[in-house]
């Protein structure tokens, strides 16, 4: 049953359809916006340490714009780095990490236009705090501006919302952060589990503010460290730093053949699950950090935007590289091993059982930050869908049980004997549904946002002149 499941999802949702519309789409945005995301790279790096992005006034839930990139950032940059990077390697070979970057590059431009719309089209809500997403503009883009039926507009949000749910029921953050603190300390798998739902549990009772306060000290905290860690780890292997991008470049393009544990991959899957793994780790398309961005304090859609870029940015180009390189340098891609394990095993071999614990315990923040995100991205689709006291009290459900939702399939597959590839299929098939609607949507009114890239080049860059009429903030 397990096997038809994993062809469905590798064949038919992660397909060529899915696939094309990915690289489609980046490359279409990409022309259209003169590679913006390449043009502007200096401003992208630069700007979220700017003052600027870091101003709020404090007021109700409003995040500055920093806060809310490192709640991004945190409910992005997680297990999937760490454990989804080697696992893909281990499974489609080192040429996995190059189309990696290839899809991180058109990633940065497809976060931009997302982030970007999700800010132009955001709601007020009662308490005065900003909120939008995906459904958001599906619902004033498609069906208020281009006139497509309310009906149709209704059933495609249902559709990524359900999709998004999937996530809820199937997160695999909690089983990822249990093995590696598990295997680590030499103790029960359930033990970790049930302490990262409880701490993740005590955040989100303290509001989104809370989320972005916990996210904007842990982020930067922990990819500096996991960084540095990877370093040191590749200047102790530096001998086998050539012949690892040697191995990535020729892996990209040719079949690879099977080698230790390694059983072997054609570039058709070293292609799928680099675009898969890079999806979910930057989650760039997918269309779940818009609805973060969208609450943030800023005055031009583009300049959050940037941030989308720069979440992209942090997390595959830079996080994700670190893993991919340091499996590949260490020779632990082919040993067999697979998820957490496999970076932790191949981290303890160079720089001993310290940065083993290290990392493990930089795993469990991680999925603390992510879960936490994910809190936000569940409550603002529930929030869009529902209104009234059937509303408040869903929300209240959900808020009482989200943290606990991980702990339940770290349960079942300890209990059950369950394994990371297992879980890796189950990731990807809750990440193309919402991908494919979300981006099928971008492309039908990507025109607003190249208009809103238009008006940030004339008001901030001198590029053009600034059309007076032109409305920044949609408005009904």
Same mark, same amino acid.
């Given at each position: 049953?397990?096997?038809?499941?994993?062809?469905?999802?590798?064949?038919?949702?992660?397909?060529?359809?899915?696939?094309?519309?990915?690289?489609?789409?980046?490359?279409?945005?990409?022309?259209?916006?003169?590679?913006?995301?390449?043009?502007?790279?200096?401003?992208?790096?630069?700007?979220?340490?700017?003052?600027?992005?870091?101003?709020?006034?404090?007021?109700?839930?409003?995040?500055?714009?920093?806060?809310?990139?490192?709640?991004?950032?945190?409910?992005?940059?997680?297990?999937?780095?760490?454990?989804?990077?080697?696992?893909?390697?281990?499974?489609?070979?080192?040429?996995?990490?190059?189309?990696?970057?290839?899809?991180?590059?058109?990633?940065?431009?497809?976060?931009?236009?997302?982030?970007?719309?999700?800010?132009?089209?955001?709601?007020?809500?009662?308490?005065?705090?900003?909120?939008?997403?995906?459904?958001?503009?599906?619902?004033?883009?498609?069906?208020?501006?281009?006139?497509?039926?309310?009906?149709?507009?209704?059933?495609?949000?249902?559709?990524?919302?359900?999709?998004?749910?999937?996530?809820?029921?199937?997160?695999?953050?909690?089983?990822?952060?249990?093995?590696?603190?598990?295997?680590?300390?030499?103790?029960?798998?359930?033990?970790?589990?049930? $302490?990262?739902?409880?701490? &993740?549990?005590?955040? @989100?009772? %303290?509001?989104?503010? !809370?989320?972005? #306060?916990? /996210?904007?000290?842990?982020?930067?905290?922990?990819?500096?460290?996991?960084?540095?860690?990877?370093? $040191?780890?590749?200047?102790? &292997?530096?001998?086998? @730093?050539? %012949?690892?991008?040697? !191995?990535?470049? #020729?892996? /990209?393009?040719?079949?690879?053949?099977?080698?230790?544990?390694?059983?072997?991959?054609?570039?058709?899957?070293?292609?799928?699950?680099?675009?898969?793994?890079?999806?979910?780790?930057?989650?760039?398309?997918?269309?779940?950090?818009?609805?973060?961005?969208?609450?943030?304090?800023?005055?031009?859609?583009?300049?959050?935007?940037?941030?989308?870029?720069?979440?992209?940015?942090?997390?595959?180009?830079?996080?994700?590289?670190?893993?991919?390189?340091?499996?590949?340098?260490?020779?632990?891609?082919?040993?067999?091993?697979?998820?957490?394990?496999?970076?932790?095993?191949?981290?303890?071999?160079?720089?001993?059982?310290?940065?083993?614990?290290?990392?493990?315990?930089?795993?469990?923040?991680?999925?603390?930050?992510?879960?936490?995100?994910?809190?936000?991205?569940?409550?603002?689709?529930?929030?869009?869908?529902?209104?009234?006291?059937?509303?408040?009290?869903?929300?209240?459900?959900?808020?009482?049980?989200?943290?606990?939702?991980?702990?339940?399939?770290?349960?079942?597959?300890?209990?059950?004997?369950?394994?990371?590839?297992?879980?890796?299929?189950?990731?990807?098939?809750?990440?193309?549904?919402?991908?494919?609607?979300?981006?099928?949507?971008?492309?039908?009114?990507?025109?607003?946002?190249?208009?809103?890239?238009?008006?940030?080049?004339?008001?901030?860059?001198?590029?053009?002149?600034?059309?007076?009429?032109?409305?920044?903030?949609?408005?009904?």
């Amino acid at each position: 049953m397990f096997a038809k499941f994993e062809w469905f999802t590798t064949n038919i949702l992660w397909g060529l359809p899915l696939l094309v519309l990915c690289v489609g789409f980046g490359v279409y945005a990409s022309i259209r916006t003169g590679f913006i995301q390449i043009r502007l790279l200096p401003k992208i790096l630069k700007y979220p340490f700017s003052k600027e992005a870091n101003d709020s006034d404090g007021a109700g839930e409003k995040l500055s714009t920093f806060e809310a990139v490192s709640v991004a950032i945190g409910g992005s940059v997680g297990v999937a780095n760490i454990s989804g990077v080697g696992t893909a390697i281990a499974t489609g070979g080192p040429g996995a990490l190059f189309w990696m970057w290839v899809a991180a590059i058109l990633a940065m431009v497809t976060k931009m236009a997302e982030v970007s719309l999700a800010v132009h089209y955001r709601e007020v809500d009662e308490k005065g705090d900003h909120i939008g997403g995906p459904t958001y503009y599906i619902m004033k883009g498609l069906h208020e501006e281009k006139g497509w039926s309310k009906g149709l507009c209704k059933l495609l949000c249902t559709v990524f919302g359900g999709g998004i749910f999937i996530t809820f029921f199937l997160t695999l953050q909690n089983y990822t952060t249990s093995e590696a603190v598990g295997s680590t300390f030499g103790i029960s798998y359930l033990i970790p589990g049930l $302490v990262l739902s409880i701490v &993740n549990w005590i955040i @989100i009772w %303290g509001g989104l503010k !809370s989320v972005g #306060k916990v /996210a904007s000290y842990l982020v930067p905290i922990m990819c500096v460290f996991y960084i540095g860690c990877v370093i $040191v780890t590749l200047f102790l &292997n530096a001998g086998a @730093i050539p %012949g690892a991008f040697a !191995s990535i470049f #020729k892996g /990209a393009f040719t079949t690879q053949a099977a080698v230790g544990g390694f059983a072997g991959a054609t570039v058709s899957q070293a292609l799928r699950l680099g675009f898969a793994r890079c999806v979910y780790s930057n989650e760039a398309g997918w269309g779940t950090s818009p609805m973060v961005h969208a609450t943030a304090e800023v005055d031009h859609p583009i300049k959050q935007g940037l941030m989308g870029a720069f979440e992209v940015f942090v997390d595959t180009i830079v996080v994700c590289s670190a893993t991919g390189i340091l499996v590949i340098t260490t020779g632990y891609w082919h040993s067999g091993l697979l998820g957490a394990e496999l970076t932790l095993t191949a981290l303890e071999a160079s720089i001993g059982s310290f940065a083993r614990m290290a990392i493990a315990l930089s795993i469990f923040f991680f999925a603390l930050t992510t879960g936490t995100g994910w809190f936000i991205y569940y409550k603002t689709l529930l929030t869009h869908a529902f209104t009234g006291n059937f509303q408040k009290n869903i929300l209240f459900v959900q808020k009482l049980i989200s943290p606990f939702m991980g702990y339940i399939i770290t349960c079942i597959t300890v209990l059950g004997g369950g394994t990371p590839a297992e879980l890796w299929v189950m990731a990807d098939f809750s990440s193309a549904v919402p991908t494919f609607v979300n981006l099928f949507v971008l492309l039908i009114i990507s025109g607003r946002f190249f208009e809103l890239v238009k008006d940030y080049k004339a008001r901030y860059m001198g590029i053009g002149q600034v059309d007076p009429n032109f409305k920044i903030f949609y408005e009904k």
